[in-house]
Every structure is written in structure tokens, then in C-alpha cells.
């Protein structure tokens, strides 16, 4: 049995950047963590003979099917036949957290299983390619309208500044901070579910269609990402990235009209007003999680006043997709 661990992860400024209908014409680039909530797949060597099916997947239904054309879990099926294995195949899957919530979970998942199957033919893949493979599993097989951004943070884990240029280009860098630094912004950030779970596709796709309308806005929310990486690695206080946070929020807002609710503009304003200095909601918007920056001596008081918010506690700059277990 092979089984793998994918972070899931927060991107904190130059979200939409990462898409190549922009960064192909303008570059792009985002900073962001893994978190130290999971992905978990596992996969095992079925033996068919002694069943009346040739393939068994395990997530929140259970398909047991006899060829790779009948399997309804379109990642799944196209990740095997990616990888060319047909048949004699178990997979199953876990997760810390709920899907389509703004963490990055579907990339999680195709990095996670990519990494797990690759494991079982006893083929190692590194960062790098895993990231390439899972891409292009994505974007060029399942057709979905998704960046690059979260692949990186999955494979690769840890806080990073990630540039995108070209078509297909993309350069991982480490945040180059002190572990202090990064403490105390562990200690100053905060994550409380909306209560609505939405795939991202829907709401990308009208960002792609409006491009040319939001251009100036994404040009914005890039030079945002060189601003947060400069509080990061400087002497400037903390609360500037919240600060900065807001900005990008703000931002993030005009981007399309599914970004944000009067629910999720009710939550965000109550943080504000008991002592949130920033904040956004993840992933493409709709809905899921949001991150918000805290004081340390603030955070009760935010906690008590988004009571009706379900809150996640989660650490900074976990590891990449890796085997636990072979």
C-alpha cells in the first residue's frame, strides 16, 4: 500500500496572476503556504481475479467498476490513464478539511494522487515535475479553468514566492525569513469557514472571460505580492501585512461579482470592527474559508463576535506531498 500526504494551502496576495491567460501576457507571480491540513490517498494492488470487477475508488461514494471507461471520478480516471495503469487497482482518499473551500483541495488531491500512483509503479517524482504532470492533468486533460498556483504550493509545500511567466514557466523561490518571523505571523492569523462550499471553476471562468476588464486590477494584486515579500523579509512591522491584506481583498472584490456575498461581506466586516486588521476569502471566491489577521490580543475578541463562524486552527509552511507509507 502506497499512501501519500498533500498540504492543502493559503495564498495570501497575486491570486488570479497565476492564471496563463494572464501571467502568458503580463507575468504573474503569488506568496502563499502550505497549511498543516492533509490530503490523504492510498493506494493498493486489487486483486481482480477474485472479484467480479477490476478497479475499486473510495472517496465520498464508492465506485467498483470493470474498466477504466466506466470510473465517474474524472480526475481519477484520467490520472490513471495517465499513468497507464488499466486495471488490479484500489484508491482511496481522505481529507483534514472539506473540498471546494478556497484551500487548494482539488490540486491537493490530482498531487497527491499523481505522487501515490507514480509510488505504486515504483517511479519516484520530484517537486517539480509532479507540479508539471499535475498541470497539465488539470488544465490540458480535464479541461478546468484553474492556475498554477496551487499545484506549486502541493508539491512543493512550505511558504513561497512563486513566479509565472511564458506559457508554462514557473520559479519557486522559499521565503528567505527568520523561523521568528514567520512564528509571529502564525500567531497573528486566523481561519473561520463560511459555511458554503462552491467549486472555483465557475467563478474563474468569468474572471478568464473578463480579462481584458480586470487587467488593471490583477497588474495591481501582482505588485502586492512584491509588497508582502518585503514585510516579510524586512524589519517593518507585521500589521503592515495585514494592512496589506485588506488591500488585496478590496482588489480581489472587483475581480467578478461571485467573488464575494453580502453574507461573506457581513463576516468581514464584523472581524474589522473587533479587531481584525485584513483579511480575504480564498481561493477564487463564492465562498469557503477565510483568513483573516489578527493581533494576538485580539483574537478572542474576534473569535467571540464570528461565534456563528465555524473556526479552523492550522500552522504555516507545512511540508510538501510526500509517501508515508510504502
Known amino acids: 500500500m502506497i499512501i501519500t500526504k498533500t498540504p492543502l494551502r493559503i495564498s495570501f496576495f497575486g ?13 504573474g507571480a503569488v506568496l502563499g503556504t502550505s497549511i498543516d491540513k492533509y490530503v490523504y490517498l492510498s493506494v493498493t494492488r486489487f486483486p481482480s481475479k477474485l472479484f467480479d470487477y477490476n478497479i475499486r475508488v473510495a472517496y465520498r461514494k464508492v465506485e467498483c467498476v470493470g474498466s477504466l471507461e466506466q470510473i465517474e471520478h474524472s480526475p481519477v480516471r484520467e490520472a490513471l ?17 472539506p473540498s471546494f473551500s478556497g484551500l487548494g483541495s482539488s490540486s491537493s488531491f490530482s498531487v497527491g494522487l499523481l505522487k501515490a500512483l507514480h509510488g505504486h509503479l515504483g517511479r519516484h517524482i520530484g517537486a517539480a515535475e509532479l507540479t508539471s504532470l499535475a498541470i497539465h492533468l488539470e488544465r490540458d486533460i480535464l479541461r478546468e479553468a484553474v492556475g498554477y498556483q496551487d499545484q506549486v504550493f502541493a508539491a512543493y509545500g512550505g511558504f513561497n514566492y512563486v513566479e509565472f511567466s511564458g506559457t508554462h514557466g514557473v520559479h519557486v523561490e522559499r521565503v528567505a525569513t527568520s523561523r521568528e518571523r514567520l512564528e509571529e505571523l502564525d500567531r497573528s492569523l486566523m481561519m473561520f469557514f463560511t459555511g458554503v462550499t462552491r467549486r472555483a471553476g465557475s467563478v474563474e471562468r468569468d474572471k478568464i472571460a473578463n480579462m481584458a476588464a480586470i487587467e488593471d486590477n490583477l497588474a495591481r494584486m501582482r505588485r502586492m505580492v512584491d509588497e508582502g515579500l518585503a514585510i516579510l523579509t524586512s524589519n517593518r512591522p507585521l500589521s503592515e501585512f495585514g494592512e496589506l491584506l485588506h488591500r488585496t481583498w478590496q482588489e480581489k ?4 461579482n461571485a467573488v464575494s456575498n453580502p453574507v461573506i461581506d457581513g463576516m ?34 474576534v473569535r467571540e463576535a464570528l461565534l456563528g463562524f465555524h473556526e ?10 510526500a509517501v508515508i507509507h510504502s
Not at 472584490?253 to 467578478?256: A, F, K, T, V, W
Not at 479552523?312 to 506531498?321: L, Q, R
Open 268 to 301: 468581514y466586516a464584523t472581524a474589522m470592527e473587533n479587531g481584525a486588521i485584513g483579511g480575504k476569502l480564498l481561493g477564487a471566491g463564492g465562498g469557503g474559508f477565510m483568513v483573516l489577521f489578527v493581533p494576538p490580543e485580539r483574537r478572542q475578541r
Open 81 to 97: 490513464r495517465l499513468c497507464g495503469i488499466e486495471r488490479d487497482i484500489e484508491i482511496s482518499v481522505a481529507a483534514d478539511l
Open 15 to 27: 491570486g488570479g496572476s497565476d492564471l496563463p491567460e494572464y501571467f502568458g501576457r503580463h507575468g
Open 312 to 321: 479552523v486552527e492550522f500552522s504555516i509552511n507545512a511540508p510538501g506531498s
Open 253 to 256: 472584490r472587483c475581480l467578478s
